[in-house]
Nanobody
Framework: QLQAYGGGLVQAGGSLRLSCAAS????????MGWFRQAPGKEREFVAA????????YYADSVKGRFTISKTNAENTMYLQMNSLKLDDTAVYYC??????????????????WGQGTLVTVSS
């Protein structure tokens, strides 16, 4: 029901924009988020936004460089990634939570996941 796309190969310092499309209207979604998983590492929180609100939440490692946004009418969420670093290389996943109150950075708070899109940052 969630499809992430927009990944690719980019040089350090460059930018990419990821998109996450929901296949149907997200009537019960409370939060949407982005996570990433680098090779050999745990999946980690990147950013999140409430589906019915405008507050945004970021991991410290991406604050000031990444921007999460959404278009409710199109059931789509975005992640604008600027000033990319080698450490940003990972598979990026979008996720949706149906729970009314969540601990935002916790991956177990999310009920649906997209298939992931690979972002590779080169030197």
């Amino acid at each position: 029901q969630l499809q992430a796309y927009g990944g690719g190969l980019v040089q350090a310092g460059g930018s990419l924009r990821l998109s996450c499309a929901a296949s149907r209207r997200a009537l019960s979604v409370s939060f949407m988020g982005w996570f990433r998983q680098a090779p050999g590492k745990e999946r980690e929180f990147v950013a999140a936004v409430p589906w019915g609100g405008s507050n945004t939440y970021y991991a410290d490692s991406v604050k000031g460089r990444f921007t999460i946004s959404k278009t409710n009418a199109e059931n789509t969420m975005y992640l604008q990634m600027n000033s990319l670093k080698l450490d940003d290389t990972a598979v990026y996943y979008c996720a949706a939570s149906l729970q009314p109150a969540i601990f935002i950075p916790r991956k177990e708070s999310y009920d649906y996941w997209g298939q992931g899109t690979l972002v590779t940052v080169s030197s």
